[in-house]
């Protein structure tokens, strides 16, 4: 009786551990997308309300995402571009309450989307705006969208 109860308590362990490990030896192979190198880019079609048009670079080296650029063109051509504004002191989201000015957030955004080789994965509220990258409160899902635009363009044929 001994005997059968070790027995037991085995072919249930066994049978537990295969249970967990089934998933974990599959012949799926993770797919990679292969991406042309070179400078892709994609553009809002309108301006925003605020008169801001959000736009997106993406560098592709070695067949991988090595840099990305995000920034935006006012309608008023005075106004130039985003990170132009934010560098001349004409963009100031800190005096207006924010915890980062909008260039320091579009990098945390940038380097997201360089070390996960993609704009996926993160799920957007209805204004836009996510909680998975740390420190960008600007409302990104439009960029995200560009990315995937530029690298559209960036796929092998």
């Given at each position: 009786?001994?005997?059968?109860?070790?027995?037991s308590?085995?072919?249930?362990?066994?049978?537990?551990?295969l249970?967990?490990?089934?998933g974990?030896g599959?012949?799926?192979?993770p797919?990679t997308t292969?991406?042309v190198?070179g400078?892709?880019?994609?553009?809002m079609?309108?301006f925003d309300?605020k008169?801001?048009?959000d736009?997106?670079?993406?560098?592709i080296r070695?067949?991988?995402?090595d840099?990305?650029?995000l920034?935006a063109?006012?309608?008023?051509?005075?106004k130039?571009d985003?990170?132009?504004?934010?560098?001349?002191?004409?963009?100031?989201?800190?005096?207006a309450g924010?915890?980062a000015?909008?260039?320091?957030?579009?990098?945390?955004?940038e380097?997201?989307?360089?070390?996960?080789?993609?704009a996926?994965?993160?799920t957007?509220?209805?204004?836009?705006?996510s909680?998975?990258?740390?420190?960008?409160?600007?409302?990104?899902?439009?960029?995200?969208?560009l990315v995937?635009?530029?690298?559209?363009?960036a796929?092998?044929k």
């Amino acid at each position: 009786m001994k005997n059968y109860k070790k027995i037991s308590i085995f072919g249930l362990m066994l049978i537990i551990a295969l249970a967990f490990t089934a998933g974990c030896g599959g012949t799926n192979k993770p797919t990679t997308t292969s991406y042309v190198d070179g400078k892709y880019f994609a553009e809002m079609p309108e301006f925003d309300d605020k008169g801001w048009k959000d736009n997106a670079t993406v560098t592709i080296r070695d067949g991988k995402i090595d840099d990305v650029i995000l920034n935006a063109i006012n309608e008023d051509p005075a106004k130039g571009d985003k990170l132009t504004a934010v560098a001349n002191g004409e963009y100031d989201m800190k005096a207006a309450g924010a915890k980062a000015d909008w260039d320091e957030q579009a990098k945390a955004i940038e380097d997201y989307i360089i070390e996960k080789q993609g704009a996926t994965g993160v799920t957007f509220d209805e204004e836009g705006k996510s909680d998975a990258i740390s420190g960008a409160t600007i409302h990104y899902n439009q960029f995200f969208d560009l990315v995937n635009q530029a690298l559209d363009q960036a796929k092998a044929k």
